[in-house]
């Protein structure tokens, strides 16, 4: 059976069905925590910052004020950072980063600056946050060559090993997943520099 596609599951929502809705956050709940506790480092906020950003994406499907020109999971991230950020302003602390290697979050980030003002760090965090998002847009051979080279570090030819394709074949789905990537941060009007 395939799987039904996001924008069915919540039409089917918005029409009264809330196994649909039930649905769409058992495809995306493991996902969208485990960004929010990466950012946060903390079981009790990220629970509270989990339940609000979907008590947000009800109370805006319901208002019928969402529109689906990206990715559902993509849209929910976006609101998940925006209450990551209002958390970061309300307590006025910076986030761990602690090296996590099992974290796909991490590959982005820089040691900050000591001069590091909180309004940088904040355009810093959603450019980084922005670029995940987009990421996981890509087709899966894609994705996989890019989080196997950033995330894990590893060699083209491991990664060639790893996923059972030529050296050349991977390089080719590196080249297409940034190609591609750069297309997605162009129709997206995305700044990608601070």
Known sequence: MSMIPDNVLIQQYLAGNNQSF????????????SFIYSKIQ???IADDIFQETFIKVIKTLKKGTYNEEGRFVSWVMRIAH?????EFRRKKRM?????????????????AEPNLNIEDFLIDDQ?????HALILELPENQLEVLRMR??????FKEI???TNVSINTSLGRMRYGIINLRKLIEERNLTMIQ
């Open 22 to 33: 039930e649905q769409l956050l058992s495809r995306y709940k493991q996902r969208i925590y």
């Open 42 to 44: 903390d079981r009790e």
């Open 82 to 86: 925006n209450l990551i950020v209002d």
């Open 95 to 111: 986030p761990k980063h602690e090296s996590t290697r099992d974290t796909d979050y991490d590959v982005f980030y820089k040691i």
């Open 127 to 131: 450019i980084k946050s922005d670029l």
């Open 150 to 155: 950033l995330f894990q570090d590893m060699s």
């Open 160 to 162: 060639a090993a790893r």
